[in-house]
């Protein structure tokens, strides 16, 4: 009996470690999605107005000595390292391709800025560093004779770089690149004896890229008695230019104008031709500027100022411009007579 006691017992010690032995499994985590954040801001840090559409590429490169040197395990941002900004803060998903045993990946990460580059923007310059790693993670659930270990391939991404910190890299959630607008505005003034301030003066105000640049947004311009609330629409122009109606006193504000862009501000000579007898308003003028061209800064305003001038001399005639010399002579007269006639008088006597 002590025999089979013995015996069963034994047996059951066994089966007890046969189950725990099995229940420990080796389960890869094959899928990895996680995300970084690209920004768009101004130099001055604050959020642009707008946004260019624009689509970004990226370069993933494996460091030397990286466990990935046969290119087996690698990262893919967006789809196909490419990714379509839809706003000033996006959010670029990027999977993990490949690493399926524990280890550490190191790779590089470049922002390719788009071809052609998309005007007022300034990309990021810098590499980012960006390192994988692969490890187990063992996971018990139960206890006693029924638990049952499971060890997962867990897997960590970091981001670091050089740029914020120059003894040591620290670490980066998110990508930024600038993107800068300005204004300008455009005001009409007109002086001068014959100048008329309530005719309309037709102004042409041009606008022209960088060479090679796009434009992806839409410059808008409002004010004046004339014409507003009008738009330039930013369809990947490289010049373009708006032809306004401005008189005295009118101010048209042009805005969302992409840093660089330069602008050149002109009247129509038309207003230049002689008026002979000064009656027409639209004609006869002496035109001159305070800067008609310039370039948009970033997060800067221009100012251009038109100045018209029609003046004539008024001839008031001889009698007003000779008076005081009459006055002057009739008096030496009447001073002459008078003393004539006194002189007179005393010889009498």
């Known amino acids: 009996m002590k025999k089979l006691i013995s015996l069963m017992l034994a047996l059951i010690m066994v089966l007890s470690l046969a189950t725990v032995a099995s229940a420990e499994e080796l389960v890869p985590d094959g899928s990895y999605t996680a995300s970084i954040t690209k920004e768009y801001t101004t130099t001055a840090g604050k959020v642009p107005a707008t946004f260019p559409a624009e689509t970004l590429t990226f370069t993933v490169e494996a460091a030397t000595g990286s466990n990935n040197a046969d290119n087996t395990s690698t990262i893919v941002f967006g789809e196909n390292n490419s990714f379509t900004i839809t706003g000033t803060t996006n959010t670029i998903p990027f999977e993990l391709s490949g690493f399926e045993v524990p280890g550490i990946w190191d790779f590089t990460v470049i922002e390719n800025a788009p071809n052609p580059e998309t005007q007022g ?129 009118d101010t048209i504000t042009f805005s969302n104008i992409p840093a660089g862009v330069s602008y050149s501000v002109a009247e129509s000579t038309d207003h230049e031709a002689t008026d002979a007898t000064g009656a027409n308003g639209n004609i006869g003028y002496t035109v001159t500027y305070e800067d008609e061209k310039g370039t948009i800064a970033a997060d800067g305003q221009c100012d251009a100022v038109v100045k018209n001038k029609k003046e004539t001399k008024i001839e008031t005639g001889i009698v007003t411009d000779s008076a005081p010399y009459i006055i002057l002579i009739a008096v030496c007269a009447v001073a002459a007579v008078a003393f004539v006639l006194k002189r007179r008088n005393a010889v009498d006597f």
């Open 121 to 249: 923007v300034t990309y990021t310059t810098s590499s980012f560093d960006v390192q994988v790693i692969a490890y187990w993670v063992e996971t018990t659930t139960g206890e006693g004779e029924a638990a049952v270990t499971t060890r997962t391939l867990t897997k960590d991404v970091s981001f670091t770089t050089s740029e914020s910190n120059s003894e040591s890299n620290a670490k980066v959630s998110k990508f930024t690149n600038k993107y800068d607008l300005g204004t300008l505005t455009v005001k009409k003034e007109v002086s001068g004896n014959l100048g008329d301030k309530s005719n309309y003066f037709t102004i042409t105000v041009s606008f022209e890229t960088e060479d090679g640049q796009k434009v992806m947004s839409d410059i808008t311009y409002k004010g004046g008695k004339y014409t507003e609330n009008q738009t330039i629409e930013g369809n990947g122009w490289t010049s373009n230019e708006v032809t306004l109606e401005l008189k005295h006193d």
